[in-house]
């Protein structure tokens, strides 16, 4: 069974960054595509990044250019520069489409 555990959330102002992280268990971050989510009070669950086993990354046209995935061992980051209101979110890491976090709480205050 696959685990992921999130974290690096917190408060922060606008304008401000913080940086997320997701261990996996095993081989998991090097071997599958890892990819974060978010999910916003009354909302559905979106995609945010994707990093593929080959090292390509995707983001969502809301975050592009702010925010940076990328790997380092064991885990997947999420560099989140220039944050807005609007990123407030719970973050959730994702591993294969398959196996979830449990999420870390971002709070972006204006």
């Known amino acids: 069974q696959v685990q992921l555990v999130e974290s690096g959330g917190g408060l922060v102002q606008a304008g401000e960054s913080l940086r997320l992280s997701c261990v996996g268990s095993?081989?998991?971050?090097?071997?599958?595509?890892m990819a974060w989510y978010r999910q916003a009070p009354g909302k559905q669950r979106e995609f945010v990044a994707r990093i593929r086993s080959s090292g390509t990354t995707s983001y969502a046209d809301s975050v592009k250019g702010r925010f940076t995935i990328s790997r380092d061992g064991v885990k997947v980051v999420l560099q989140m520069n220039s944050l807005k209101p609007e990123d407030t979110a719970v973050y959730y890491c994702?591993?294969?489409?398959?196996?979830w976090g449990k999420g870390t709480l971002v709070t972006v205050s204006s």
């Open positions: 095993g081989s998991v971050v090097s071997t599958t595509t």
């Open positions: 994702n591993s294969g489409g398959t196996f």
